[in-house]
């Protein structure tokens, strides 16, 4: 689906060059001379190469729409993480690599969307958030509480984030899986 340049958002997906391309970030820049575009930060959806790129306003750029399947993430080998299609049983694999950083957070039995283009799996969406233990953390310093400061913190998948000063050891704690930061403290 064709769209113009003005119309891309964060999020979406583009072909762009023969590759399928996730929009990360986009400016519209009017410059005090010529005319005006968009500035757009691409990552190539299966290898996670990032690529700036301007388009002219009115420039034409084709929408991809990818289909969502519910997969249920049953084990890593390694190399390759391995999912099952809830509703047909049917299973695939991925590279580890498709997921980067965000791997630490499967969790056997967890429940992924995975996004299909013409029935290839090219990414997985997992829970926006999801609770985590810390397992390492530097202790409370009396005083400290009030300022707006952050301490490095490392939790039971090995990630290191930054936590407020308050959070202890033992202490379960929510992370967001897009942006690897601490968003609050999990209710028991």
């Not at 340049?5 to 999020?11: E, F, L, Q």
């Not at 930060?41 to 996670?48: N, R, T, Y």
């Not at 997985?124 to 913190?153: D, F, N, R, W």
Request: net charge negative; glycine share 8%.
């Amino acid at each position: 689906m064709k769209i113009t340049a003005n119309d891309v958002r964060p999020g979406m997906v583009i072909e762009h060059k023969g590759r399928l391309w996730r929009v990360v970030k986009t400016e519209h820049v009017k410059p005090g001379k010529g005319p005006a575009y968009m500035q757009v930060e691409l990552k190539d959806i299966v290898d996670g190469t990032k690529l700036n790129e301007r388009f002219r306003s009115s420039e034409g750029v084709e929408r991809v729409r990818l289909e969502e399947a519910k997969f249920q993430f049953l084990y890593d080998d390694g190399e390759r993480l391995h999912f099952m299609n809830q509703e047909t049983y049917e299973q695939i694999d991925l590279p580890r690599e498709a997921l980067g950083e965000r791997t630490v957070f499967l969790k056997e039995g967890m429940e992924v969307t995975v996004l299909l283009h013409e029935g290839r799996p090219v990414d997985v969406e997992l829970p926006e958030q999801v609770v985590c233990e810390v397992v390492e953390a530097e202790p409370v310093v009396k005083g400290q509480t009030a300022a707006a400061s952050y301490k490095p913190a490392v939790l039971d998948n090995g990630l290191r984030i930054m936590v407020p000063p308050h959070i202890g050891v033992g202490e379960k704690v929510i992370v967001d899986t897009r942006t690897l930061e601490y968003v609050g403290r999990a209710r028991e």
